[in-house]
């Protein structure tokens, strides 16, 4: 018999599951306890389930894993980042970044990614495939228990696009958001995508107050088209639309990121247009300094670099934060990853 993965469950599948072997569906939750609220990487260390169902349970399941590879710090402290080796040899990175009172994990979902922007490394060697809802929950059990971070925001902005590989991670949210597994308030869960329209359109269908930002980085198709492919598929205004359905529907307050790519995105038409995208959505920027990725012709800019492009925005009276660019030296800030072994 094959076995399955019992972190591909959510809580309700875990419990048919048992159901249909006529076993009680409070094991699923006591399970579920182990696995997401202790760490447990073994049906052995847990204590309170009798050995016959045990026995059973190993028979049929394991508790998947990832293998970590690398483990690297950024010399000011505020970043580490992880490559995890996958069961089929693939790789992916995940990354912490520290601010202020926050740990924030940045989460991959994809092993590459198909998107290809121009701008960033995850999409440099293609796409090999999707990760699965384990293969995304290992990410942060690792974090948080073999590393013994207290993480307080999650989000999806590592490898891959998220909304690409919808039904893994909306199965991967509601299990972090579960009471009964990891407890995560939806609110501290942000999912960012390169703009796919279908995606967004079910996201509603998760029925959760969680985050959803969308990167932009340009604001009229033709730059957008060179930048993201993805444009070409779903220009900006069908975004745009479907953004707007998506908040009538009771979503929550949309970011717009953007990074910031010196010449390229950074006219006063630029940021006209990026702030009347932003007022039509009530949307909040996040600004991204651009962070230097070998092979890819961009210059690595500072928060100084981006003042101008704050400063319009502002006295267009949009909300603006800049995002800290975190980890440059492991290659860990926004578009870096790759998913290959830094020496
Ligand atoms: S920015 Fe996101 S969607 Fe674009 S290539 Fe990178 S990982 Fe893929």
Not at 20 to 36: G, L, T, V
Not at 310 to 334: N, Q, Y
């Amino acid at each position: 018999m094959v076995k399955k993965d019992i972190k591909n469950f959510t809580l309700g599948e875990l419990k048919e599951e048992f159901k249909k072997n006529s076993e009680p569906p409070y094991r699923a939750e006591q399970i579920f306890s182990w696995i997401y609220k202790k760490g447990a990487e073994d049906f052995s260390a847990m204590n309170n389930i009798p050995k016959l169902f045990m026995d059973k349970l190993a028979e049929s399941y394991y508790i998947g894993d990832i293998k970590p590879l690398k483990h690297l710090k950024s010399i000011d402290g505020t970043a580490e980042k992880v490559l995890f080796e996958l069961d089929d040899g693939n790789l992916i990175e995940t990354v912490l970044i520290y601010s202020n009172k926050r740990k924030t994990v940045c989460i991959s979902t994809q092993a590459g990614c198909k998107y290809a922007c121009v701008f960033c490394a995850s999409g440099m060697n293609g796409f090999k495939r999707d990760l699965s809802v384990s293969e995304i929950l290992s990410q942060m059990l690792f974090l948080e228990y073999s590393l013994k971070h207290d993480i307080t925001n999650f989000v999806f902005m590592g490898m891959g696009e998220p909304l690409d590989n919808y039904e893994n991670v909306s199965k991967a949210i509601k299990i972090m958001n579960s009471p009964k597994a990891m407890g995560i308030a939806a609110r501290r869960i942000t999912v960012s995508t390169s703009g796919i329209i279908p995606g967004i359109e079910k996201f509603k269908e998760l029925g959760l107050q969680v985050n959803l930002s969308i990167s932009l980085h340009a604001a009229n198709n033709r730059l957008r088209d060179s930048l993201m492919p993805v444009n070409k598929k779903y220009p900006i205004e069908k975004l745009i639309k479907a953004c707007e359905v998506y908040i009538d529907g009771g979503g929550r307050m949309l970011t717009l990121e953007y990074i910031v790519l010196k010449d390229v995105n950074d006219s006063q038409k630029d940021i006209d247009g990026l702030s009347k995208i932003a007022k039509r959505l009530k949307a909040k920027v996040n600004l991204i300094p651009y962070s230097c990725v070998a092979g890819l012709e961009f210059k690595s800019l500072l928060r100084e670099d981006v003042e101008n492009v704050e400063s319009g925005l502002l006295k267009k009276g949009i909300s603006v934060t800049v995002r800290e660019s975190k980890g440059k030296d492991i290659m860990a800030a926004c578009g870096q990853l790759a998913g290959t072994i830094i020496r």
